[in-house]
C-alpha cells in the first residue's frame, strides 16, 4: 500500500521525487523517505515521519544533489510509524538502500539466518531483511546487484514492489515486483520508476507496466532490460497513458473527495460513451460480447471484492438477479480466497477494484482461475493487475480517483455492473424488452439528475454541522437502497471517525432499534419504490422512540417529509438506478461532517487507497 517512485537521467533527482510522493501519498502517509547519489559518489538517506510535507522539511538544509534516486511515502504494516522504519532503508554496509512496497511473510526466518552471520537491523520492518539479504547474496556470491536481486528473492515468500541503489554503481537503479504493482516511465535519455503513472504522466505517456516476478534494471544510454527472478529475458510492451495532468489536480476545489463528488456526472458520462446508445436503445459492453456464451451458460456468478467495491457488488446482486435470472453470490475477497470455495468450470466470477491491485481480490481470482472459472474484473486503472490476469472485462474510465475514500468510482462501478446485467437479461429473453429501453434511456440521464442532486450541496452542508456532536450513527435501507446504506455509513466511518452501521431497514427491529435515542441520528434511505411503505414505517418506528432522522427520498415526497427531521430529494428514476442517485447526498453528508469536524478528508487516519497488503 505504500508508494514508490524512483528517478534517473540528467535531471535533477529530488525535486521529481518529492513530487512523484506527493502524488503517491494517497498510498500511505505515515511516514516517507528519499535516497540520493550524490556525484561524489555519497548514497544519503533522509526520513521523516509523518507526511511528505515533514520530510520536505527535513531536507531543506540537506544535500539533495544527484540525478539518480528512489523516495517512499508508507503505509506501515511491520513496525510502528517512525523515522527509523521509514523508507529508504541501509543495507549493514550503507552501500545499498532500498524502498518496499508490501510484505514479505518469511522475514523472520530470514532475519534469524543474517542475524547469525552478523548482520544487525536498525529497524523492525521486513524491508530491511529484504536489503540486508540482497546485500549477502552480492557478497558471498560475488555477483552484480541485479543477480544478488534476483537470488534473493527466490528466497522470498510473499509480496513486494522494490527499489535498490547500490552507490558503487550511481548508474543503475534496479526494480523488481510480485503481487504489488510498478510500472516503469520511458523519457528522453531517462527513466521513472512508479507504484502507479500518477508521478510519470507530468514527463511521459510511454509507459511499461512490469509483471510478477520480473525484475528490471535500467541505465543511462541502454534499453530498458527485463528479466525474471530466475534470469528468463522478457521482451518489454510499452504502452502510452491515457492519463492527464490535469486530472490529478484539486482544480479549486478544496478537497479531492469533493472535487471527484462533483466529477460524477462527467466520469459517469465518460463510463457509458461508447457503450450506452439511447437513441438506438442499446448497450454494447464488448467484454460480453465477446464472451457471451460464458455469461449465458453461466449456472452462477459470484460478485468478489472489498469495501466500497463489494457494496457496489451487492447492487449487482439485486440486478443480474432479477433482469439476468442467475444466482449471484458476493463475496468479501479476503474470505473467498481463504474458505476452500466450491467453485465450477461454469461459474463467472466478477472481481471489482477501483485500483485493479486489491491483494485480496487479485488472490481470489487467482484461485477461482485455477479451478476453471471465467474471470471478468470491474476496474479503473488501465493496465492494472487485476485486469491483467482476468479473461475479460470493463474499465470504468473515471480518471484517477485521488480521496482515499471512494466516490465517483463507486457509482462507476454500478453502471459498469447495471450494463451487465442488462446485456444478460436482454440476450437470455430473461426481461422484456419494453423494460430493457425504459432503463437503458433513463441510464442517459442518470448524469443530469445527479447534477440536480448536487445543487442541494450547501443545504447539506448546512445541515451537517448539527450532527458532529454524534458518536453513532445508523444508516437504513432495502432492497437496492441497503448497500446504499452500508456505503453511507463506510463514507462517514473513513472520514470523520465517527461510528456507523449500514443495516436493512426491517433487521431495525432485531437489534439495533435498542440504540435508538434522541443523540442517535438515523439515516434513511427511503426513495419511492419497492419498499417504500415498509420503509416509511420504520421511520415512524424510529421517530416514535425519539430518533433524528435524515431521509433521502423521491421529489415530491410528501409523506417522509412531514416526519423525518431532515429530507434530501433525488430525482424519480428506474428503482436499479436509485443508487446512483441515493448515494450521492450521502457521500456529501460524510464529507460535510467530517469538514466541519477538521480531519483530514483526503488522507484520512489508518487508511490508504490501494490495498496491495493483506
Known sequence: MCGIVGY???????????????????????????????????????KAKGKVAELEAFCAEKDTEGCIGIAHTRWATHGEPNTVNA??????????????????????????????????????????????????????????????????????????????????????????????????????????????????????????????????SLRIGEKVDITTINNVTKTPEIKRLELSLSQLEKGGYPHFMLKEIFEQPRTLTDSMRGRVNVRQDNIALSGFIDNKERFLNAKRIIITACGTSWHAGLIAMYAIEEYAQIPVEVEYSSEF???????????????????????????????????GAFI??????????????????????????????STKAFTAQVVALTMLALCIGKEKGTMSHEQYLKIVRELGQIPDKIERVLGQNKRIADFAKTFTYAQNFIYLGRGYNFPVAMEGALKLKEI???????????????????????EMPVVVVAPRCGTYEKVVSNIQEIKARKGRVIAVVTEG????????????????TEECLTPLLTVIPLQLLAYHIAVVKGCDVDQPRNLAKSVTVE
Open 8 to 46: 534517473i537521467g540528467k535531471r535533477k533527482a529530488y525535486p521529481i521525487l518529492i513530487k512523484g510522493l506527493h502524488r503517491l501519498e494517497y498510498r500511505g502517509y505515515d511516514s516517507a523517505g528519499v535516497a540520493l547519489i550524490n556525484e561524489a559518489g555519497q548514497l544519503n538517506v533522509y
Open 87 to 216: 523508507h529508504p532503508h541501509y543495507s549493514e554496509s550503507e552501500r545499498l538502500a532500498i524502498i518496499h512496497n508490501g510484505i514479505i511473510e518469511n522475514y523472520a526466518v530470514l532475519k534469524a539466518g543474517l542475524m547469525e552471520q552478523g548482520y544487525t537491523f536498525k529497524s523492525d520492518t521486513d524491508t530491511e531483511v529484504l536489503v540486508q539479504l540482497v546485500e549477502y547474496t552480492q557478497v558471498n556470491q560475488h555477483v552484480d546487484l541485479k543477480t544478488a536481486v534476483q537470488l534473493a528473492l527466490q528466497q522470498v515468500i510473499g509480496a513486494y514492489a522494490i527499489a535498490i541503489l547500490d552507490k558503487t554503481h550511481p548508474d543503475t537503479l534496479i526494480a523488481a515486483r510480485k503481487g504489488s504493482p510498478l510500472v516503469v516511465g520511458i523519457g528522453e535519455n531517462e527513466y521513472f520508476l512508479a507504484s502507479d503513472a500518477t508521478p510519470i504522466v507530468e514527463y511521459t505517456d510511454k509507459v511499461i507496466y512490469i509483471d510478477d516476478e520480473e525484475v528490471v
Open 337 to 371: 480466497r481463504y474458505r476452500k470455495p466450491v467453485i465450477n468450470k461454469d461459474d463467472v466470477v466478477i472481481a471489482i477494484s477501483q485500483s485493479g491491485e486489491t491483494a485480496d481480490t487479485l488472490a481470489a481470482i487467482q484461485l477461482a482461475k485455477s479451478k
Open 376 to 405: 471478468f474484473s470491474i476496474c479503473n486503472v488501465v493496465g492494472a493487475s487485476i485486469p491483467r490476469v482476468s479473461d475479460s472485462g470493463c474499465y470504468t474510465h473515471v480518471g484517477p480517483e485521488i480521496g482515499v475514500a
Open 496 to 518: 470523520s471517525y465517527i461510528h456507523a452501521e449500514g443495516y436493512p431497514a426491517a433487521e431495525m427491529k432485531h437489534g439495533p432499534i435498542a440504540l435508538i435515542s434522541q
Open 557 to 572: 415526497d410528501e409523506l417522509v417529509s412531514k416526519i423525518a427531521d431532515y429530507v434530501i430529494e433525488v430525482p424519480e
